[in-house]
């Protein structure tokens, strides 16, 4: 398949800020904005302005940093939302409401025809004041796909930059993406954005089809968070585009060292498995793996651990091979005989059976105790 165009929108500081519990200060959001900028993401979603005082004032200093990166913020379909994205003097605004006839009916209590004509006087007001429009429908993926069109043909012939679709409950599997996209892209007059949330566990790979299918800018979260089970993931979404596309325009290098940045300002843990910058996605104890990645770590490595930054680990424990426990003695600077290291060996997966984490210094107390009792 031919290489895709895309960019890059991360939302971390917007939608990954409305995981419950997090609240960034304005430091911490302009150090993660800084991190992004580096990687050469194209545009971070600096917050939502309407929000409160403090996160209007964050989101003007994001702006004033003058990063590489385009600020984008978040607007409702009303002029307060609008007039507040233009005080912070962001490169791009998203308009957003919601397109389904279940949002349209609970929450707005109107017909979709006097939605979509607010939010075309929203877009109206937003583009003759100067601003760049991301026309975003919430609830995209439960929408009609004909009213969608419509808002979207709309939009773009009001000049919108951009239209948007939102997977607002991660409803989607990778094929309904694909299949959606390819629909509206048929007559679509400006780029596509995809939004995708993780609700399914498919939002990294929503986001990745999407963007086969000829979606253009796909948001993204560090390390996933977000509303629920969060966003499509910024490393996720970047390796695989790397690996898949030839994407080489973004520095992932920079990648496990923002992870652990958001982690630690916004309290949400990693899980070890989670893909690119989990603690285990580079960790190996299993010894068939370990034999063979001595020899070659693609055998069991996909792509480089230094390529996102990171660095390959071995263990012990209950899976341990002959070969790995060698290779480890010898890393340490250990000389066993063939005798000692099969005493090791039985000791490490009794000790991992009764549920003792084999750490450097417990590996040394069993080889002093092998040593000793053989002398
Ligand atoms: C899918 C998404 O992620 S959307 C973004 C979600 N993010 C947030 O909600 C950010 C945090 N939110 C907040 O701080 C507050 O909710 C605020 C400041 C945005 C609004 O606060 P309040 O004015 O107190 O309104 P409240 O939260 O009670 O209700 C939301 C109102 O916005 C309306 N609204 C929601 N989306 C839109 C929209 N796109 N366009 C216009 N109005 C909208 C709702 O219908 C509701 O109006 P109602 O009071 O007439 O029912
Ligand atoms: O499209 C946007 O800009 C916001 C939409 C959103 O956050 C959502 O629907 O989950």
Do not use: W
């Not at 209007?56 to 004033?64: G, M, Q």
């Not at 209590?109 to 003759?128: F, G, H, I, P």
């Not at 010894?287 to 069991?300: E, M, R, V």
């Not at 263990?315 to 063939?338: A, D, F, P, Q, V």
């Amino acid at each position: 398949m031919k290489s895709f165009p895309i960019e890059i929108c991360d939302v971390t500081l917007r939608d990954g800020e409305q995981t419950p519990g997090v609240s960034f200060t304005c430091k911490e959001k302009q150090d993660i904005a800084q991190c992004l900028a580096d990687i050469g993401v194209e545009i971070v979603e600096a917050g939502f302005p309407s929000v409160s005082t403090e996160e209007k004032k964050t989101i003007k200093a994001i702006v004033d940093m003058e990063l590489s990166s385009r600020v984008c913020c978040l607007a409702r379909c009303v002029q307060p939302d609008i007039d507040a994205a233009l005080d912070c003097g962001v490169d791009l605004v998203s308009i957003f409401f919601a397109t389904s006839d279940l949002h349209i009916r609970v929450k707005y209590r109107k017909t979709r025809e006097e939605m979509l004509d607010t939010a075309l006087s929203m877009l109206d007001y937003a583009v003759d004041h100067g601003l760049s429009v991301r026309f975003s429908a919430e609830d995209a993926s439960r929408t009609d796909i004909g009213f969608l069109k419509q808002m979207y043909r709309e939009g773009a012939e009001r000049g919108a930059a951009y239209s948007s679709f939102a997977d607002t409950v991660g409803c989607m599997t990778p094929v309904m993406m694909y299949d959606v996209v390819r629909e509206i892209k048929k007559d679509l007059k400006n780029p596509l954005c995809v939004h995708c949330h993780n609700d399914l566990g498919f939002a990294s790979a929503n986001t990745f089809t999407a963007a086969q299918a000829g979606a253009f800018q796909l948001h993204t979260t560090v390390n996933g968070i977000g509303e629920r089970c969060g966003n499509a993931s910024l490393e996720e979404v970047l390796v695989a585009l790397r690996m898949h596309n030839g994407t080489d325009k973004y520095d992932l290098t920079e990648l496990t060292r923002l992870s652990k940045l958001v982690e630690q300002y916004s309290g949400v843990v990693v899980a070890k498995t989670k893909p690119v910058v989990g603690e285990h996605a580079f960790v190996h104890e299993s010894g068939i793996h370990i034999a063979a990645l001595i020899k070659d770590p693609q055998t069991y490595e996909y792509y480089p651990p230094e390529m996102v930054g990171a660095k390959q680990k071995l263990m012990l424990g209950k899976h341990t091979g002959r070969k790995g426990l060698e290779h480890i003695l010898t890393t340490l600077g250990y000389t066993c005989s063939n005798e000692q290291t099969d005493e090791i060996l039985e000791k490490i997966k009794a000790a991992a059976e009764a549920k003792q984490s084999i750490t450097t210094e417990y590996l040394s107390e069993i080889i002093a105790e092998t040593r000793s009792s053989a002398s």
